[in-house]
């Protein structure tokens, strides 16, 4: 099993700045690409960035130039900060990663638990 656990969420006002993470663990012998989604109430789950595990980054056109994705590869962990941040920015924010499992070396990909950020105006 290969879990990934997020932090960092929380409140903060409009032109506000928050960090997330995301750690993954269990039984891990690879990690390829990691990523954030979000969700905000009413909407479908949208990209927000990928990071390949060689660094290459990529952002959803809403995001770009407020947000940088990066990533950890001695700790398996992505942060996601977030500068600028607006009351459209309030959203369950998902880490995702793909990962392949140790011992059976099979790929997974694998969702946290989500993680609230709320921008207030």
């Known amino acids: 099993q290969v879990q990934l656990a997020e932090s960092g969420g929380g409140l903060v006002q409009a032109g506000g700045s928050l960090t997330l993470s995301c750690a993954a663990s269990?039984?891990?012998?690879?990690?390829?690409?990691m990523g954030w989604h979000r969700q905000a109430p009413g909407n479908q789950r949208e990209l927000v960035a990928t990071?390949?595990?060689?660094?290459?980054?990529n952002y959803a056109g809403s995001v770009k130039g407020r947000f940088t994705i990066s990533r950890d590869n001695t700790k398996n962990t992505v942060y996601l900060q977030m500068d600028s941040l607006q009351p459209e920015d309030t959203a369950v924010y998902y880490c995702?990663?793909?990962?392949?499992?140790?011992?059976?070396?099979?790929?997974?990909?694998?969702w946290g638990q989500g993680t609230l950020v709320t921008v207030s105006s």
């Open positions: 990071i390949t595990s060689d660094g290459n980054t």
């Open positions: 995702n990663a793909e990962a392949r499992q140790r011992f059976t070396l099979r790929w997974l990909e694998v």
């Open positions: 269990g039984s891990i012998f690879k990690i390829d690409a």
